[in-house]
C-alpha cells in the first residue's frame, strides 16, 4: 500500500460498531476479514464517513465527518479511523447533528449531485450552519458549474 493514499477503516460489529463511508469512491479497497476493510483515497478526494459506536446502554458515540484527503506532507487533522487525516469540510457529532447533516447528503444526492463531487465550501458551510443551528442554504446547479469550472483551471 502507497503512503500517498489516505486509509479510512470499515468495521461492522453488529449492534456495536459501524464504520462506514456513506459515500466516495475508494481507489482501490481491500477486504481485512468479514467485518473489516480499508479504503484507500489518493489525494484531493472528498468521502463521507460514519462513526457509530454502542455499548449495553445505548449508541455512545455517533459521527459524520466529510474528508477532503490530502498529501501527507500536508497539514492534516486528526480523524479517527482515517490514517494519516485529512482536511475536514464538516463533522457532525450527535444525534440531532448526524442526522442534519446526513439529511443534507441526501438532499443533495436527490438534486442529481454525486456527493463526492460537491465543492468543499459547501460542506464547510453545512457545517457552520448545523454547528449553529441555522438553516441550511441549498446547493444550485450553478454553483456546481464554477465549482467544476475553478477545478478545471487549476
Do not use: C
Request: proline share 4%.
Amino acid at each position: 500500500m502507497s503512503e500517498a493514499f489516505t486509509r479510512v477503516e470499515i468495521a461492522f460489529y453488529p449492534e456495536h460498531l459501524n464504520h462506514w463511508l456513506r459515500f466516495g469512491a475508494p481507489a482501490e479497497q481491500h477486504d481485512l476479514d468479514r467485518r473489516r476493510s480499508l479504503a484507500l483515497f489518493k489525494p484531493g478526494q472528498v468521502f463521507g464517513y460514519v462513526r457509530w459506536q454502542a455499548n449495553e446502554y445505548g449508541t455512545q458515540d455517533w459521527r459524520f465527518i466529510v474528508v477532503q484527503s490530502a498529501a501527507p506532507s500536508l497539514m492534516l487533522s486528526r480523524v479517527s479511523g482515517v490514517s494519516p487525516g485529512g482536511e475536514v469540510l464538516l463533522l457532525a457529532t450527535g444525534n440531532a447533528k448526524v442526522k442534519r447533516a446526513l439529511l443534507q447528503v441526501d438532499v443533495l444526492e436527490a438534486a442529481g449531485f454525486d456527493a463526492a463531487e460537491v465543492s468543499p465550501d459547501y460542506y464547510r458551510h453545512v457545517h457552520n450552519r448545523i454547528a449553529a443551528s441555522r438553516e441550511v442554504a441549498s446547493y444550485s446547479h450553478d454553483q456546481h458549474a464554477a465549482f467544476q469550472a475553478a477545478k478545471a483551471v487549476t
